[in-house]
């Protein structure tokens, strides 16, 4: 798919459409007119080849090893094919106690029934105007309970940092690695 340039002697691929199928029949008699056309067919057919298989690109499996990074850090991941699959299929759960509890359990290599979130909800509501009350501001916390062979200030560290991107903004995070 991508091939340095002083890798290649001649373009192993052509383009679909060349430039001179499109122009008047006039012109196609003209010699310097051909040769000028060739050499823009050259030249722009690895520009279209790059572009027609952009989708494999961004396919995880397809990608080529050095966009991995450039992939990761579009989705917000470490450059690993099956941490960039994962980030862009957990988007929908983003925020959530279930994406937080996915991303605890995925960090900490425990089960994900294992792993418990008190999420404070954070909505009140009242049918008089003016009367409902909220809570006290950092009084909502984000409690993450991960129960694991070895706890560690390491594994703690490592679950904050994976929960902080996806965290609520007004909720703080109280990760708990437990000893089972």
């Known amino acids: 798919m991508r091939l340095l340039i002083s890798d290649v002697e001649a373009a192993p691929f052509r383009t679909a459409l060349p430039l001179h199928a499109n122009v008047p029949g006039m012109l196609l008699d003209d010699e310097l007119f051909m040769l000028l056309c060739a050499a823009l067919d050259d030249m722009l057919a690895p520009a279209v080849v790059a572009l027609d298989c952009f989708p494999a690109y961004l396919d995880t499996a397809l990608a080529p090893d050095d966009f991995l990074p450039w992939l990761g850090g579009l989705v917000g991941s470490a450059p690993e094919r099956d941490q960039i699959a994962g980030a862009t299929a ?9 994406g937080m509890r996915a991303a605890a359990a995925l960090v900490a290599g425990v089960a994900l029934e ?6 404070p909800g954070g909505v009140t509501w009242s049918a008089t105007p003016g009367s409902a009350t909220s809570a006290e501001p950092g009084s909502a916390k984000i409690r993450v309970q991960v129960p694991t062979d070895t706890a560690t200030t390491e594994m703690t560290e490592s679950v904050r940092t994976a929960l902080e991107p996806s965290r609520p903004v007004h909720c703080p995070i109280e990760v708990e690695v437990v000893t089972t």
Do not use: I, L
């Open 90 to 98: 957990s988007y929908g759960e983003r925020g959530t106690a279930a």
């Open 114 to 119: 294992a792993v418990t979130v008190e999420d």
